[in-house]
């Protein structure tokens, strides 16, 4: 089994009871993905997803590998099998309970897209979707289902205020406040501090511009009261 030592470009390999061996060439991080696939696989075939689909779940588990390869430490004495192994079960148990709570655009990615070679950047999407669905699950069910059908967040086209409102019964400005309020209370620098950490938008300015929004908003709504 490979031992695996992440440098900043290449993973760095050495075999297992050759010391004398001359160490093979680096791998790179999509080549080390290649290589592991298949305990990946063999994790699905075994163990199963729960509810995840057959690829929901493959995808779940590449992103375990991709973190195990990516912080594994040989000194600790374990073998990258054992590791890489609990890293994928984190991964897919994590993925399908989050499918069971929230309507997860993340699911709705790993279902949809192969694995490429950009795994890194394909996986900060997956997590950015992801922090998106946890703040937006936080709101009240009624601005929930606004800012989920305005923004076309559960696969659907987006739809406009009065279609919104006559599913739920209201008026289209009564929609388009209740948006208002839900977005306002995303938008806050105490609700939305890991999306913004994730989209890098956490600097102070950032958050200024935030509240400046949403002093404006409340200003706008006294005005009208």
């Not at 998106?132 to 205020?161: E, F």
Request: proline fraction near 3%; include cysteine.
């Amino acid at each position: 089994m490979d031992y695996y030592k992440l440098e900043p470009d290449r993973v760095q390999t050495s075999v297992e009871g050759c010391a004398q061996q001359a160490p093979s060439r680096p791998l790179s991080l999509d080549e080390a993905m290649d290589q592991h696939d298949g305990l990946v696989r063999a994790y699905v075939q075994r163990q199963g997803g729960g509810d995840l689909s057959y690829e929901g779940a493959l995808q779940a588990g590449r992103i375990g590998l991709w973190r195990a390869i990516r912080g594994y430490d040989p000194s600790r004495g374990f073998a990258f099998s054992t590791y890489a192994w609990v890293a994928i079960n984190r991964a897919i148990r994590r993925a399908d309970k989050e499918n069971d709570c929230t309507p997860s655009l993340c699911l709705g990615v790993l279902r949809e897209q192969s694995y490429t070679l950009d795994l890194e950047a394909w996986v900060d999407r997956i997590l950015i979707y992801q922090a998106l669905y946890d703040l937006v699950a936080q709101l009240p069910q009624r601005q929930r289902q606004i800012i989920a059908a305005r923004y076309g967040l559960v696969g659907a086209s987006v739809r406009q205020l009065d279609e919104v409102g006559s599913e739920l019964g209201l008026t289209g400005e009564r929609v388009r406040q209740l948006q208002q309020e839900a977005l306002a209370w995303m938008r806050h620098p105490a609700h939305s501090v890991r999306l913004r950490s994730l989209a890098d938008k956490n600097s102070t300015c950032d958050y200024r511009q935030a509240l400046r929004q949403n002093a404006e908003l409340l200003r706008k709504r006294s005005r009208r009261t």
